[in-house]
């Protein structure tokens, strides 16, 4: 039986920052992981950059049942604590947009941080261990795996969600918070690709790769960003953004955000009558979208003089909130997270300690603390594991 203070299942981005800032308390500490290799999710993240953080990181910009629970964590290891780590390895970074910091050459940058901060700690990492049960003690744990017994007096689950089986996701931290009597919240997929229904994918399908600033909203929340069409239906950041607000309604897309498109196609019939509605859209959009436009929200293409004070009104409005009704979204295959997942109800948020359950903590995907598309995801990670590794 090996013994260890600390036992982290899970070597992603909670569980080897977790492990390495216990490692670093003089604990001592094993990380198990049944993939062949560490943080692969860290790897292929922000297109191989990672966005390992957002500099405007705020509680407001994570969904959750109690949105108050990640306060206490992301204000005791913040964005700019992070940041600092990044500064101390000389990691070359930049931000992208809106706050977004991704690595200057490649995410592996982010994997060596982590476990040059895992050797400093002294800590054990093990891949290809299947963990196949886990037993109370009065003080603590054994944990039985396909490499042996592990006995440990805090156990810290950091095995994600559900997203991107192919990556190792396993609803293992689920099944660990039921078996001791946690409540998990239904989960579902996030910052996800919506699919469409045949009438509307079959001809956007033809425009796969056009993309378009727009405003996407439903339940009161909208983005302002690019809209991508694809083969299967909407992406784009402002897609994935919202689809982690979505629950089966319409999505309004506002295809003209930035400018009032009453006003312009007035003075548009005023200066050129005779173009015709198509050929007037294509100066506003991509060409084969403006064709697909009229298709689709079945415009008459007529010289923009033939079209009366209503109907001019009515392609303003249409394209000011196209109610876009999704037929679902692409799932856990290509989602970046998981929505929903352990209760926070049952956890400290202080120590990420389950309640009432001494010794046992969840930290990062697999607790219902879910961020927006920008670098959130691994700053949640970041903060909740910093916060556990104080107390375990
Ligand atoms: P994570 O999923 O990283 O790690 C869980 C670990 O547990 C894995 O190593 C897995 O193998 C292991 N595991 C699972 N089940 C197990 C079992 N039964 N036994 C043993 N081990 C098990 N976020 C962001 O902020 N910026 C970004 O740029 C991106 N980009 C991005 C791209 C893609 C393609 C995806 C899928 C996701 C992102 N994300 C992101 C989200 C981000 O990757 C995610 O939120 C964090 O990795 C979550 O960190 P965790 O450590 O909680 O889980």
Redesign the pocket.
């Known amino acids: 039986m090996i013994q260890r203070d600390v036992i982290v ?7 080897l920052f977790c492990a390495a800032q216990a490692g670093q308390r003089g604990r001592s500490v094993e990380v ?4 062949k290799k ?5 790897l ?3 297109g191989g950059r ?4 957002n500099m405007y990181a705020a509680p407001e910009n994570f969904l959750s049942e109690n949105p108050h629970f990640c306060k206490s964590a992301l204000s005791r290891y913040t964005q700019w604590d992070f940041i600092g780590l990044v500064n101390d390895y000389r990691i070359p970074y930049h931000e992208k947009t809106l706050g977004q910091l991704f690595c200057d050459d490649s995410a592996s940058d982010i994997v060596s941080l982590l476990m040059s901060e895992c050797k400093k700690g002294g800590v054990t990492v093990t891949t290809r ?3 196949t049960a886990i037993e109370k003690l009065d003080d603590g744990y054994i944990v039985n795996t396909s490499l042996g017994q592990y006995q440990c007096e805090s156990l810290v689950i ?4 559900l ?2 089986p192919k ?4 609803p ?2 689920y099944k660990i918070a039921e078996q001791f009597g946690l409540a998990v919240l239904p989960t579902r997929a996030g ?1 996800v690709p919506f699919t469409l229904p045949p009438e509307l994918k079959t001809p956007l399908a033809e425009i796969s790769g056009v993309s378009q600033k727009v405003r996407a909203g439903c339940v009161n929340t909208s983005f302002l960003e690019d809209m991508l069409i694809t083969h299967r239906g909407l992406s784009g950041p402002a897609i994935l953004q919202i689809s982690s607000f979505w629950e089966g309604q319409d999505v309004e897309l506002d295809l003209s955000p930035e400018e009032d498109l009453h006003a312009d196609i007035q003075q548009a019939r005023q200066n050129q009558p005779n173009q015709t509605l198509k050929n007037y859209l294509a100066t506003r959009f991509a060409k084969r979208l403006a064709e697909t436009l009229i298709e689709v929200l079945s415009f008459d293409n007529m010289p923009l003089k033939q079209l009366n004070e209503k109907q001019l009104s009515n392609v303003a409005d249409t394209l000011h909130a196209w109610k876009v009704r999704p037929s679902g979204t692409e799932g856990y295959r290509t ?3 998981t929505l929903g997942g352990v209760d926070t109800n049952a956890l400290s948020s202080k120590t990420m300690e389950a309640r009432d359950v001494k010794g046992l903590y969840f ?4 607790v219902d603390v879910t ?1 927006w598309l ?8 970041w903060s909740s594991a910093w916060v556990a590794a104080q107390y375990v």
């Open positions: 299942i899970g070597a992603g981005a909670a569980g198990l992981d049944h993939a560490v943080g692969r999710k860290i292929m993240s922000g990672c966005n390992f953080t261990c299947e963990i950091a095995t994600g969600g997203s991107m990556l190792g996701a396993t293992f931290g910052l989602a970046e997270v930290i990062g995907e697999v961020g920008g670098g959130y995801n691994f700053q949640w990670a």
